[in-house]
């Protein structure tokens, strides 16, 4: 399963996002999406999972706070706004996803995993308008966070499971 992770489109997507996201298997939105109807523009791509941010509407049901999944039996939780170390080592999950920041981050903090997968518009920080990609399967868990413009590679991180 191949998994698009894209954040803060501030009600605009840039025609790459359909370029890089074609083929994907589901579009996970960490919030900032602008109008609800950009979610039936993802859904042309991929099924679309999303969460509000601090720009969304509140109360829309299609944008809760925050978003538990489980692909491929890993769970997941999603919402805005990054996550802090109290919260991480009060939760079970291992892999966190967030947006807000506008900045691409895959990192470890204690035993869980963060990331952030930029900016679709308005990147900061020097950082590229960016996306990332998360392919699941039974053997491993990969995420690969890439530049929206060109493609190339900005982070990446691959677990095994099991």
């Known amino acids: ?38 979610l039936a523009d993802l859904a042309a791509i991929a099924p679309v999972q ?10 829309h049901p299609e944008l809760p706070a925050r978003r538990r999944l489980t692909l491929a039996g890993l769970p997941l939780l999603l919402r805005h706004e990054p996550w802090d170390a109290g919260e ?9 996803l967030h947006g807000h920041i506008h900045q691409p ?7 869980a995993w963060v990331c952030c997968p930029g900016a679709v518009r308005n990147p900061r920080g020097g950082s590229p308008a960016s996306y990332g990609l ?20 900005l982070a990446r991180q691959a677990w095994p499971r099991g």
């Open 50 to 59: 999303a969460v509000a941010g601090n720009v969304d509407a509140p109360g």
């Open 134 to 153: 998360m392919m699941v399967d039974e053997r491993a868990l990969r995420i690969a966070l890439h530049a929206l413009e060109d493609g190339r590679m």
């Open 105 to 111: 981050r895959l990192e470890r903090i204690g035993r």
């Open 88 to 96: 991480l080592a009060l939760s079970p999950v291992g892999l966190y």
């Open 1 to 38: 399963m191949i998994v698009a992770l894209i954040s803060d489109s501030h009600g605009q997507l840039p025609p790459a996002v359909f370029e890089r996201l074609d083929g994907v298997d589901l579009i996970l939105h960490l919030g900032d999406l602008g109008p609800v109807g950009l």
